[in-house]
């Protein structure tokens, strides 16, 4: 569910991304001594086990600093994060813990708008505090750090096959990963939406998922690709931009493509820089909810006809949607006193995003408690791997076909189900088509 991790990224769209951070870890702390097992017996997992005693487990939490972004002029509100977390840490805690232990939160707030104060965060978690794992918001590659760097267990991030072989620690996820566009145009393909003549369009930045991923996936569904079209116009470049998507176009309408696929956040190109006037209206398929929003709550944005017959996929929602299956989640967070309105009570003003802290919390706890109970009372990131070996089974708050089943990558993310939405013209949003 990556509501949270968008807004943002919209909002900040020219600040600087978190960069990996890059400090060594020389030592390694907290080791689980091996374990004699019985003769004839599997020996038992074992491994370092940073922050974990007899009683306890340590573990740390990132989120969004609200201050910074406001020093830097961006007012988002972003809610109680800490709150949250806590009050899911606690309810945990007072029903005895994990396998007898007590969670022990350790929390670092992020600058998203310079990469030091992630740097920073990553170590102090990773090295002063040693927490056996780590939780919350990773932007951009920044989830390096602790998985890579440090070694150290996570849940969050966006799994990369890049991040995924440099990844020297177990790693969970609950935003879908580099195979969902793929899911995505298997759900589409299965509605039929995919019968007519298509094309593929993507921005330089989607150039490598549109050619090395979509492309050879369609050709498997036996859809032939008649034309595939990648913008190369200079960045910033906005001019050369809207005549390259112009051209694009006009040869996707000489070939008679009546279907485009749109891969990515870079999809919002194609509307953004149509003449309105063009007589030449595909049908338009979005890989990525983000590049609807994005192009229909532009400013400059003056008519959304081009949407009309639009189908983007994502993962389930909307945010209201989701926000009342997490019912039970939610009532444990604002019990001990953390503000959580809903959606639809904030809907006409976008910078008030104060009930997303539950969409972070209660997706990533309920992953964290099942991985560390699945993982046994001998914590260690051995046990926590042989965790996954097995399958990690966890019913995420509002997910509609629970349980989701973690396991090893590409299964780190659950492999969750993808949904298609249609876009309303009545309504300007797009509304759950299954």
């Given at each position: ?11 900040m ?74 009050a899911?840490f606690?309810?945990?805690n ?13 929390y670092a ?14 170590v102090?978690?990773t ?5 056996f ?13 602790p ?26 996820t ?28 993507a921005?330089?930045?989607d150039q490598s998922?549109?050619?090395e991923?979509?492309v ?5 569904l ?9 913008v ?10 809207e ?11 000489s070939a ?5 696929v ?6 919002q ?7 309105e ?18 192009f ?13 017959g ?26 001990a ?11 006409d ?5 104060t009930?997303?802290?539950a ?13 560390l109970?699945?993982a ?9 791997s ?19 089943t ?29």
């Amino acid at each position: 569910m990556k509501h949270l991790w968008r807004r943002v990224g919209l909002v900040m769209a020219g600040a600087a991304l978190i960069a990996a951070c890059t400090a060594g870890d020389e030592t390694s702390s907290g080791t689980t001594a091996p374990t004699t097992a019985p003769a004839g017996s599997a020996p038992a997992a074992t491994g370092p086990a940073p922050g974990v005693t007899d009683d306890a487990v340590r573990v740390g939490v990132t989120f969004v600093d609200e201050e910074a972004l406001s020093a830097s002029g961006l007012e988002l509100q972003l809610g109680d994060n800490e709150g949250a977390y806590q009050a899911l840490f606690d309810q945990i805690n007072a029903e005895g813990g994990i396998n007898g232990r007590q969670i022990e939160a350790v929390y670092a707030p992020i600058d998203p708008t310079s990469s030091t104060p992630a740097e920073e965060a990553c170590v102090q978690l990773t090295e002063d505090e040693d927490v056996f794992i780590v939780i919350g918001f990773f932007l951009a590659d920044a989830v390096r750090c602790p998985v890579a760097t440090h070694a150290t267990a996570v849940v969050g991030g966006s799994m990369t096959p890049e991040l995924l072989a440099d990844a020297q620690a177990p790693w969970l996820t609950n935003l879908a990963d580099t195979d969902f566009p793929v899911a995505i145009l298997e759900a589409m393909a299965d509605a039929g939406e995919l019968d007519g003549t298509v094309g593929v369009f993507a921005n330089a930045r989607d150039q490598s998922v549109a050619e090395e991923q979509i492309v050879p996936a369609l050709e498997d569904l036996g859809i032939d690709v008649a034309e595939v079209g990648i913008v190369d116009a200079p960045a910033g470049d906005q001019a050369a931009l809207e005549a390259n998507v112009r051209t694009i176009a006009e040869r996707f309408d000489s070939a008679g493509v009546d279907t485009v696929v749109l891969v990515g956040s870079s999809g919002q190109d194609w509307p953004a820089n149509l003449d309105e006037d063009d007589s030449y209206r595909p049908k338009l398929l979005f890989l990525d909810q983000a590049a609807v929003t994005a192009f229909a709550s532009n400013a400059a944005t003056t008519d959304t006809s081009v949407l009309d017959g639009a189908i983007a996929g994502g993962p389930f929602g909307p945010d209201q949607a989701i926000y009342d299956g997490m019912a039970d989640c939610i009532a444990t967070i604002t019990d001990a006193g953390v503000e959580l309105p809903a959606p639809e009570d904030v809907a006409d003003d976008p910078d008030n995003q104060t009930f997303q802290p539950a969409f972070a919390a209660c997706p990533q706890v309920a992953i964290l408690q099942a991985w560390l109970e699945a993982a046994g009372e001998d914590l260690n990131y051995g046990t926590l791997s042989a965790a996954l070996e097995d399958g990690v089974e966890v019913t995420i708050p509002a997910d509609p076909d629970p349980p989701t089943t973690f396991g090893v990558p590409p299964d780190g993310d659950g492999n969750p189900a993808a949904y298609l939405y249609r876009w309303d013209a009545d309504t300007q949003e797009l509304v759950i088509d299954n």
